[in-house]
């Protein structure tokens, strides 16, 4: 039987290796239809082009980004969950959240509960390392019950 980390971790790798798998699908269709453009008229093959590039270029820069979050997530999913207070790769759950320490990606939603990544540079990473289970961390004037860690 998985246990919550395990489960929480494969749920978040297979949503954003599907989200990576249509942006490159998109991408694929965008180049697709750069280089089959039935229009006759240069002037505006030339700037329809400019701008599909520019897309298509972006769009690298997304699965990129995507595709580093994604192997930092599954480096970090390797990891234990320690001694029971928060370090790096830990996931912390609160009353509507699932936190995953030492990433960032965008937020989904498992279980009912958002699930988010706390960044190594963010302000708050620093004040959830070595909390525990029943501590609270205050951010934004917000106290935030730290109900479990995976």
Do not use: W
């Not at 971790?9 to 991408?27: D, V």
Request: aromatic letters at 6%; charged letters at 30%.
């Amino acid at each position: 039987m998985k246990s919550r980390r395990e489960e929480i971790y494969q749920f978040l790798i297979q949503s954003i290796e599907e989200r990576l798998s249509a942006f490159r699908n998109t991408q694929k269709e965008d180049i697709s239809d750069i280089t089959h453009d039935d229009d006759t008229s240069t002037d505006f093959i030339e700037s329809n082009m400019e701008t599909e590039i520019a897309n298509v270029t972006l769009s690298n820069e997304t699965i990129d980004q995507l595709a580093l979050h994604l192997e930092e997530i599954k480096s970090l999913s390797r990891g234990t969950s320690g001694n029971g207070h928060i370090k790096k790769g830990n996931i912390i759950e609160t009353v509507d959240k699932f936190l995953i320490v030492g990433t960032t990606f965008t937020p989904i939603t498992y279980q009912d509960k958002k699930l988010l990544g706390i960044a190594h540079d963010a302000p708050v990473y620093e004040k959830v390392l070595g909390l525990a289970p029943g501590d609270t961390l205050t951010v934004n004037d917000r106290d935030i019950k730290i109900e479990a860690i995976y």
